[in-house]
């Protein structure tokens, strides 16, 4: 549905600025999400060359400004450019999440200083860290190029390559079948899983914008 409209985005000096600004919003999730998970799980120190709490305000401003020049657009412009614009408005708040667990991440590695060891889990939670690097990075490339293909298989990849992981860290560690933690690392370990979940989900929904009307961006084609 949104490579319908990209060419009306484009078209438009609001909508081009604003489409423009998304594509800077990722780019900056990109580099938070790596940065943190290295801190968290690659380092003793919270350290990192970046500053993710003046990226993250600056993902606010991105949005705030999309959200503006969009109610700038419509307000001026005829009915048949409500449907971009939701759609639009609705792909930057998943934009916006993406970046927030991308800090959540980074909190947790604050408050957990040492690297975070997964113990049996590490198996499971790199191949997670992996696919969900992997499939953030390819969301964002479909959505800049408006790759149908693309989108339709990440859709696919998403249910059973990384919610199922999370689910299995979560519970395993929830339900005590698993005591080989102490009460922070099972705290941490629940919580990043669940971030990364979130994270791929927030790209899933980034992605079927691609391939959906506004009404369904988040669920199957």
């Known amino acids: 549905m949104f490579k319908q409209i990209f060419e009306i985005f484009k078209s438009d000096s609001l ?3 604003a489409l423009q600004e998304c594509h800077e919003m990722l780019d900056i999730d990109r580099e938070m999400f790596n940065e943190s998970v290295k801190s968290l799980r690659n380092s003793d ?6 500053d993710i709490y003046a990226m993250d305000r ?32 609705s792909v930057v708040i998943d934009i916006e999440r993406i970046g927030d ?13 040492k690297k975070l060891n997964a ?19 390819k969301a964002i490339d479909a959505f800049k190029s408006q790759d149908i293909d693309a989108a339709r298989e990440l859709m696919i990849e998403y249910k059973t ?6 689910n299995e860290v979560v519970n395993s560690i929830v339900s005590g079948s698993s005591d ?15 971030y990364l979940k979130r994270i791929a989900a927030h790209s899933r929904n980034l992605v079927s914008s691609i391939v959906n009307p506004f009404e369904r961006i988040g669920y199957p084609e």
Do not use: W
């Open 45 to 50: 120190t919270a350290d990192i060359p970046i």
């Open 161 to 166: 390559d990384i919610s199922a992981k999370s």
């Open 101 to 113: 667990y991308t800090k959540n991440i980074y909190d947790l590695a604050v408050q957990h200083p």
């Open 58 to 89: 600056k993902i606010n401003e991105f949005e705030r400004d999309v959200r503006r020049k969009v109610m700038t657009h419509l307000a001026i412009g005829g009915k048949e450019d409500i449907g971009s614009g939701l759609i639009l408005v």
């Open 119 to 137: 113990g049996s889990f590490e198996d499971i939670l790199t191949k997670m860290e992996n696919s969900t690097s992997e499939f953030l990075n």
């Open 180 to 194: 080989e933690f102490s009460s922070s690392n099972s705290g941490a370990l629940c919580l990043y899983a669940r």
């Open 15 to 17: 909508y081009e600025q």
